[in-house]
């Protein structure tokens, strides 16, 4: 399935997007509890639709532009974008990659010193690794890793939210019954939205298999709700426990906790570090992606065994990060990066990016 065309086409970019946003985006619950669920569940709940509205969008019009431009990787396809601006959004990708893997790290540490008792350091060091041996198998692997691994993840959270549903559903309609609609929904969500988004342009090595206009707006428009929906399934999941949950540092460990299985809660862990894995994997690998082309415009090829190196040292640097802590990470880094990624990379694709499609130039073939 992987391998055929129409996967290849029309979901592999969707769950590439997915496979690395998860791990910044919602793993462990607590950016849902920061971007939505503290404003209440209902609040969060409809910013979460501006969110998935917002990546259909901007997915969409970055996959087109990528394809009729030729620009798969994130260097290229800024300097399409924003001309001679386009090291504004080198700055910010490599800040937000940075602080991406230090999210990790942390989220990392918290996780396996909840579940097994290990060193808070220990935990960072041993997601980092598993993160540069990946990175180290090259873009074949990465794109089938990322594949599977969003379907092992589907399945997670499907059974979390089957089995919280069964079991904690007057809670669920209890806290929606009596939650209010408050004001700043239509801001989370685009914040939100625009943090995870603003890393597209970094994973365009997945949109190589696309070949019309149709199949690239359609991809984007799937995107949005592949990226989401097991991130609607965990805030469901979360909204049983509310507001209790939005305390915790990990929510996920607590709401799977709750369930009282330790087998369950083995295999959610064990599937919460694969992801982590897996969306630092996806942040270098689009790093080494625009140095290889870098080399390639010199006519000189990018030395294989770089890569890891290259991955290392990120890697060291975020873990230093990641000793400041999973919650102050995510409630201070990514709430900058949001309106930063709005500015450098959101408003230009609706703008110029929509502009570029229409000129003769850009729309080659359509």
Excluded at 108 to 131: D, Q
Excluded at 316 to 324: K, M, P, R, S
Excluded at 350 to 364: D, E, H, Q
Aim: with cysteine.
């Amino acid at each position: 399935m992987f391998s055929s065309p129409l996967f290849r086409r029309y979901f592999l970019p969707g769950f590439v997007f997915q496979s690395v946003l998860i791990g910044g985006g919602y793993g462990t619950g607590r950016e849902l509890v920061e971007f939505f669920l503290s404003t209440g569940p209902l609040t969060g709940l409809l910013g979460m639709l501006v969110s998935t509205l917002t990546w259909c969008l901007v997915c969409g019009v970055t996959f087109e532009l990528a394809r009729s431009a030729q620009t798969y990787d994130y260097r290229s396809f800024s300097k399409f974008l924003l001309g001679r601006a386009w090291v504004l959004y080198e700055l910010y990708y490599l800040f937000a990659l940075v602080l991406t893997l230090a999210v990790l790290g942390a989220a990392a540490g918290s996780i396996l010193t909840e579940t097994f008792r290990l060193p808070y350091f220990l935990g960072v060091v041993i997601v980092m690794a598993a993160v540069a041996a990946l990175v180290f198998k090259g873009s074949a692997a990465i794109e089938r890793y990322l594949s599977l691994w969003s379907f092992v993840l589907y399945g997670i959270y499907v059974v979390l939210f089957c089995w919280t549903f069964s079991r904690f559903h007057s809670d669920i309609w209890s806290a929606l019954a009596s939650s209010e609609l408050n004001s700043g929904w239509f801001s989370a969500g685009l914040r939100y939205a625009c943090y995870n988004v603003a890393v597209v342009p970094a994973l365009l090595f997945s949109v190589r298999h696309i070949e019309t206009r149709r199949e690239a707006l359609t991809a984007g428009i799937l995107a949005g709700p592949i990226g989401i929906i097991p991130g609607v399934l965990f805030a469901f999941a979360m909204i049983a426990h509310y507001p209790l949950v939005v305390e915790q540092t990990v929510p996920a460990n607590f709401v799977v906790g709750a369930l009282d299985s330790n087998t369950f809660r083995l295999v959610f862990q064990i599937g919460l570090v694969g992801t982590l894995v897996e969306t630092g994997g996806g942040f270098i690998h689009s790093f080494n992606e625009r140095l290889s082309r870098s080399y390639a415009e010199r006519g000189r090829t990018m030395p294989q065994k770089l890569r890891p190196v290259i991955g290392v040292v990120m890697l060291l640097v975020a873990t230093a990060i990641a000793q400041l802590g999973l919650v102050e990470l995510v409630a201070q880094g990514y709430g900058m990066l949001s309106w930063v990624a709005l500015c450098v990379y959101v408003i230009p694709v609706v703008t110029l990016g929509l502009w570029k499609l229409v000129l003769p130039t850009a729309a080659r073939n359509p």
